[in-house]
């Protein structure tokens, strides 16, 4: 209450909305603070670590950041997707095989046929919570299983091809030595994507049901096609991130990473609510990028490779730990 | 008077509303059909399969199934989910299994559920005290457990992989040819959690907190309690279960019940628990193992590959929630 007021008063003056832009974005600001840290950490304990590695961690992330998208999506919207690690196995293997041994102009159609694909992929999630009426977690924890089995079905043991212009596209720098190319797709397809959709009626929609599903169907919001709305994106990006695995391993593998998680722990890192209706994408693909130098720093420092399995449990289940108690005291304040 | 009654009943019986309560009120008798729909099936593909033998084969198979589901079910009924049982399940059997050289069989056995009950330990103050939310909670466990494992794994290289003598006897043996041994270990289990369920104060606070968090709190129930009792129970649950699939496969490995968690759930959703808590009991639950232990002979009889059984498994999943959600009327 307090809270409104006070921002409510403060709606003048140009020092003020900065003020008001970094108190509403503190989170996001605190995780670039972080990253730089990291950065430094990590040049300290290995004085080598320049460009070309910088290059290198763009484009081992790029999958990871697209699942954490798409992950990011779906949870703002009030609901969460389990099935987006196999949805990129299945995407990934298709483009694998249908690409192996044809053309550039057939690898174009390709493309675009497979970011079509998670949209109908996300289209049947989404269509299915919503007539189902059965909780997200369980329709997607499903269907993660009947993806997993169509990946098996396209391709059994890891095979196909990608083409060489695909590969090309995130590979090396642009411009400076310090801007890798998978970092610029990254934010191109992300911010062409998503920066009209949140411009747009349905981005105050996805906010709205995510954040009161109740009160957004009294406003007029038609809580049902909102919601299969945020699952079509959620599986074009998941498409995207298959499309990234193909790109960047230059095959596809039917079983699939543990994207899934990898995605839910970025987004809450992130500060994306598991509640849903408060978060946004700059803060998930940052903390992706935080996750990925935190192992690098882990191997730097000579933990155990065995032990990275159990590292990243830890991360993820200290990290929901850490924003489940914010969130407590936030809402106790 | 009764002549009403009967009336009664039988308009009952020809509404779709009197269907959807019987499927509501009464999950078994619809179940039960639906496994004896099954069995006929299997029979009709391939003629002469059902005999006790099979029955036997069966129900070896489906005991493990059905202890990994009643640790979803006693979850649900909370509102949470354990995925941690396969990781969990495995370990307890490759501890046990690593420990029994060097500390003799009892004691491996007693290590091997200490270690489980850890875990569940974790689990359970995650839930339950840091409000994490348990699907999370219990996937993220379960990445640290496989983790530590495969640490302890390269530790115990020399330690050979021997299992207790017990394990192998009642998780694959049985009496007079016919009867599993590992029902001596499931009969009194299932009878104590589905009379516990039902009868005892711990099984009443389970669906309170299932059922209405918020009333129960208001009611002095610390719900924190009872989720770190529960999620050490399912673990242990786990542990056992693990012993009996190491027993039967006689192996013991990191991933040896991984694969069981998705059918534990799906036992758990067909069996008529409901994953939003409150509603469900162990009953339906193992009525579900038995159905997806006979479609998944079937499958194998018909020759599918495993591919089409996780997809069907997972379609299935979602029809019979849908089902349970329509007849309920719960959003």
């Known amino acids: 209450m307090t809270a409104t007021a006070s921002a409510r008063s403060a709606s003048g003056g140009l020092g003020e909305s900065i003020g008001r832009w970094r108190g509403r974005n503190s989170w996001t600001l605190g995780l670039v603070g972080l990253f730089v840290l990291l950065l430094i950490v990590t040049r300290l304990l290995a004085p080598g670590y320049g460009a070309a590695q910088i290059e290198a961690l763009a484009i081992s992330v790029l999958p990871v950041a697209l699942a954490a998208v798409a992950q990011a999506i779906v949870v703002m919207s009030g609901g969460i997707d389990l099935s987006i690690g196999p949805m990129m196995a299945f995407t990934s293997v298709t483009a694998a095989v249908l690409m192996k041994g044809q053309s550039d102009a057939f690898a174009v159609a390709v493309v675009v046929g497979v970011l079509l694909m998670g949209v109908a992929l996300g289209f049947i999630n989404g269509a299915l919570v919503v007539l189902t009426r059965v909780p997200d977690i369980v329709v997607t924890l499903a269907m993660s299983f009947v993806w997993a089995g169509a990946a098996l079905l396209v391709i059994n043991t890891p095979g196909g091809g990608a083409a060489d212009w695909l590969k090309a596209v995130i590979d090396g720098t642009i411009v400076s030595d310090w801007i890798p190319r998978a970092l610029v797709v990254l934010l191109l397809v992300v911010g062409l994507v998503w920066i009209p959709i949140l411009r747009s009626p349905l981005g105050v929609s996805l906010y709205a049901i995510g954040s009161d599903r109740l009160a957004a169907f009294r406003s007029g919001v038609g809580v049902g096609p909102t919601k299969v709305a945020a699952y079509v994106v959620t599986g074009f990006f998941a498409a995207a991130g298959g499309l990234a695995l193909t790109m960047s391993t230059g095959i596809g593998t039917p079983v699939p990473g543990p994207y899934t998680l990898q995605s839910v722990a970025a987004i809450v890192l992130g500060g994306v609510s598991l509640a849903g209706g408060r978060g946004g994408l700059t803060g998930p693909i940052i903390a992706v990028f935080i996750l990925a130098l935190v192992r690098t720093d882990l191997t730097f420092i000579g933990v155990n490779p065995n032990l990275s399995t159990a590292v990243q449990g830890a991360i993820l289940v200290g990290v929901v730990m850490f924003g489940a108690v914010t969130a407590y005291r936030r809402k106790r304040r | ?331």
């Open chain 2, 1 to 331: 008077m009764s002549d009403a009654r009967v009336a009664g009943t039988r308009s009952q019986w020809l509404t779709v509303t009197g269907w959807r309560r019987l499927l509501r009120d009464q999950p078994l008798i619809p179940l039960t059909a639906l496994l004896a729909f099954l069995i006929l099936l299997l029979e009709l593909t391939k003629p002469g399969i059902v005999s006790p033998n099979w029955v036997a084969v069966t129900l070896r198979a489906a005991v493990p199934l059905a202890i990994l589901a009643a640790c979803q079910t006693l979850t649900m009924l909370t509102g949470g989910i354990d995925l941690s049982v396969g990781i969990v399940a495995s370990m307890a059997a490759y501890v046990a299994a690593t420990q029994s050289t060097g500390q003799g069989d009892a004691m491996a056995i007693v290590i091997a559920l200490l270690a489980a009950a850890l875990v569940g330990l974790a689990n359970g103050v995650g839930v339950g005290v840091f409000r994490v939310h348990p699907l999370i909670m219990t996937l993220g466990i379960s990445l640290v457990v496989l983790g530590l494992l495969n640490v302890y794994q390269l530790a115990m290289v020399r330690a050979g992989v021997v299992l207790p003598e017990v394990i192998v006897t009642i998780g694959a043996g049985t009496t007079l040819g016919v009867l599993p041994n590992n029902l001596l270990v499931f009969i009194p289990l299932a009878l104590l959690i589905i009379v516990g369920l039902r009868r005892s104060g711990f099984g009443r606070l389970l669906f309170a907190v299932g059922d209405n968090p918020i009333a129960a709190r208001l009611s002095g129930v610390r719900a924190w309690q009872v989720l770190i009792v529960l999620y050490v129970l399912s673990a242990v649950l786990a542990g056992l279960a693990g012993f009996l699939v190491a027993g039967l496969t006689k192996t013991a490995s990191l991933g040896l019940v991984q694969q069981s968690v998705l059918p534990s759930v799906a036992a758990a959703v067909i069996g008529g628990t409901s994953i939003m808590g409150g509603r469900g009991g162990f009953g339906g639950t193992i009525v579900g193992a038995l159905i997806l232990t006979v479609l998944t002979t079937l499958l194998t009889v018909l020759q599918m590959p495993e591919a089409v059984r996780q997809i069907l498994f997972g379609g299935i999943i979602v029809a019979v929630a849908a089902a349970y959600a329509r007849v309920t009327g719960e959003s």
